[in-house]
């Protein structure tokens, strides 16, 4: 349990401490003239930042085309293809032929360079990813111009600058921009997130859903109930229950157990018994807390204990978390 007597906890940053995600720069795409690409490789989350000009874009079920600009951020969930394209005319029949990467990172479309692009992927291990795919909708427009968006400009410059850098650091110093840049268009995206979008990452940019998760993170294995908790929020019970459900999916308590679940899991995983990551999640009987796990995540305790220890057949099975609810 953590010292209630410190800072509120952020619960964005707690989500990205647990997921561990490393944000790697794939390269910068350069282009000029006419063109059009579909990037329609899925199952990964990616991001790219235009640096220079700009471009129409479109994605599955998308009504219309939108524009990008220099200073904006594209970030995608994997589940829905994603096209550029010089002009919208050309959206529809764009094509997935690879294009060649050079050894300087470098992707080229069409003839020229009006427009350049940096490009990466969100790297997080298979226990973890669904997770985060499940709460970003299938595709975020950060705008450059906005008031939250004003540290991109300076990421994305150091960024460029640093790629045409021979400088002792310069991997490390890139990798760690490319993770702040990540970071902070999830930030400037939360600052604007509709009511509408998909995934449940939105209700961290509620203001007084904020509370009620920055409570459940701070102490996960506190007996918490929803009297509580709407109190903290300044909201009534059913206020709560309504708005939660409206933006994570699903109710406040029962997001309670699956996010003490998923830190259980990461406890299993690192080696602790069955009672030590039934105790540090707030259950006192190990019966309770197994099957707690296995509605929560399809497979009992145990089973994934010595899947991930080695000590019997690994089990493929999807938890119901990853796949239905949160």
Not at 166 to 174: D, E, H, L, Q, Y
Not at 178 to 202: I, M, N, P, V
Not at 282 to 309: E, L
Request: aromatic letters at 8%; hydrophobic letters at 40%.
């Amino acid at each position: 349990m953590r010292d209630s007597s410190n800072l509120r906890v952020d619960p964005l940053s707690d989500l990205l401490d647990f997921l561990q995600a490393r944000c790697e720069l794939s390269g910068r795409v350069v282009a000029g003239g006419t063109w059009a690409r579909r990037f329609a490789n899925l199952n990964a989350i990616k991001f790219c930042a235009v640096t220079e000009g700009n471009c129409w874009y479109s994605s599955d079920g998308m009504s219309e085309p939108a524009r990008v600009d220099v200073g904006d951020v594209l970030i995608t969930n994997g589940t829905h293809t994603l096209t550029l394209a010089s002009t919208v005319a050309l959206i529809p029949d764009a094509t997935t032929t690879p294009i060649v990467r050079d050894s300087n990172d470098q992707y080229q479309l069409g003839e020229g360079c009006d427009f350049t692009m940096l490009g990466g992927t969100v790297q997080i291990d298979a226990d973890r990813q669904a997770l985060l795919l499940a709460g970003l909708p299938p595709l975020i427009h950060v705008r450059g111009t906005t008031d939250e968006a004003k540290p991109l400009a300076w990421l994305l410059e150091q960024l460029v600058a640093e790629m045409k850098s021979v400088r002792p650091g310069r991997s490390a110093v890139i990798s760690g921009l490319a993770q702040l840049l990540f970071t902070q268009a999830l930030r400037a995206y939360l600052a604007h997130a509709s009511d509408g979008d998909e995934g449940w990452l939105k209700g961290f940019g509620d203001q007084k859903l904020a509370i009620v998760l920055s409570s459940i993170h701070s102490e996960p294995s506190r007996n918490w109930g929803l009297e509580e908790l709407a109190k903290k929020a300044g909201m009534s019970r059913t206020s709560l229950a309504v708005r939660f459900r409206e933006m994570m999916g699903i109710p406040p308590l029962a997001y309670l157990t699956q996010w003490r679940m998923y830190l259980a899991r990461r406890k299993l995983r690192a080696g602790a018994s069955i009672s030590e990551a039934a105790t540090s999640v707030g259950y006192t009987s190990d019966s309770a807390f197994s099957t707690a796990f296995k509605r929560v995540m399809a497979v009992a305790p145990g089973q994934y204990r010595r899947a991930m220890h080695g000590e019997g057949e690994a089990t493929q099975t999807k938890s119901k978390a990853d796949i239905l609810e949160f």
